[in-house]
């Protein structure tokens, strides 16, 4: 099993590049993610963001039913001038420290992110490509990128000759202090899937509404592309009330599921096997909370509601892996 949805982090630091806004550090989110990564600032300050990557390549290490994450990058907004835009960024890890990082560890893949509004946008789609990516990252209500804009064509079009799979948050977004949630509407896929871009939903648009709709719905109606595909992650946390059940229902989607975890938030009491009373018992929440690995633990919890692996497609199948992966 490969984990397609696992985060890092990094503040100021080393000239890693790397940084959280301001407004983002002042939030309780802050120092959420700092304990669900289990690292504190002094330590990232002293021995570096690469900390982090490190000790999930550890904790992975230890899983009996995960074998492989994809770490994922992120990029920033982008100005007018096709530049970062640093004072509407919140939360930056550049595709270069992010690679350089993952290269060390054997059961780590690099998951690029580039906004595609940016000058030389294209440029760094071959620069990541050729620095080992296997899929890239959006999220559209951060990074402020509508996925309809027909000015991404030629963006899409090289995504697609390069093999790279595009893993796109879909729903509402609720981890940074300001979202424009309409960017991530299902419905705005249809340009990358119509042009034969490989489409991965994340979350599964399991929560917020566009056009009077719920997000989930929408998403449904693009089962029609055969490019089109679902990650599974965040959908037991405490904030995702019977979102996984409602997305297990749906035979028609079955074959097209991706495991993710969303880590570090399956680290965190948020993804606590006690907010299913109704459909847990007591056992068996008690059983799924003492296991200690936060992959296993998150596949012990979404197998007893419901998840079965031949509803899971093989990642191998549809991430760019790397030929030195080949043996995987």
Not at 269 to 294: G, K, V, Y
Request: include cysteine; aromatic fraction near 8%; charge should be neutral.
């Amino acid at each position: 099993m490969i984990d397609i949805h696992c985060h890092t982090a990094g503040i100021e630091e080393g000239g890693s590049g790397c940084f959280v806004s301001q407004r983002l550090r002042r939030s309780f989110r802050y120092r959420f993610f700092l304990k669900a990564f289990d690292v504190t600032e002094q330590e990232l300050l002293s021995e570096g963001n690469g900390l982090i990557i490190q000790r999930i390549s550890q904790a992975l290490a230890r899983s009996q039913r995960v074998f492989a994450a994809v770490i994922l990058a992120m990029d920033g907004v982008v100005s007018n001038d096709g530049e970062l835009d640093t004072a509407r960024t919140e939360m930056y890890l550049p595709n270069e420290f992010v690679a350089g990082e993952v290269r060390r560890y054997p059961n780590l893949l690099f998951g690029a992110s580039i906004n595609p509004l940016r000058r030389d946008a294209l440029r760094r789609l071959e620069q990541v490509a050729d620095d080992g990516a296997v899929l890239l990252k959006w999220l559209p209500p951060i990074q402020h990128i509508d996925p309809a804009d027909r000015r991404l064509v030629p963006f899409y079009l090289r995504l697609k000759e390069l093999g790279l799979p595009l893993l796109s948050h879909t729903g509402s977004e609720h981890s940074f202090t300001h979202s424009r949630n309409e960017l991530g509407d299902p419905e705005r896929l249809r340009l990358p899937l119509s042009l034969g871009v490989t489409v991965i939903a994340a979350h599964a648009a399991g929560s917020g509404r566009n056009q009077g709709e719920s997000n989930f719905d929408r998403l449904y109606r693009l089962q029609e592309y055969h490019n089109f595909y679902v990650d599974i992650s965040a959908l037991t946390q405490l904030n995702r009330p019977g979102q996984l059940r409602r997305l297990l229902q749906c035979r028609e989607l079955h074959g097209r599921l991706l495991y993710g975890s969303d880590m570090p938030l399956v680290n965190s009491i948020i993804a606590t096997p006690f907010a299913f009373p109704l459909r847990l018992s007591l056992l068996q929440m008690l059983e799924i909370s003492r296991i200690h690995n936060p992959w296993d633990r998150d596949l012990a919890l979404k197998e007893a509601l419901g998840l079965r692996m031949e509803m899971l497609v093989d990642a191998r199948c549809i991430l760019k892996m790397p030929p030195t992966r080949d043996s995987w």
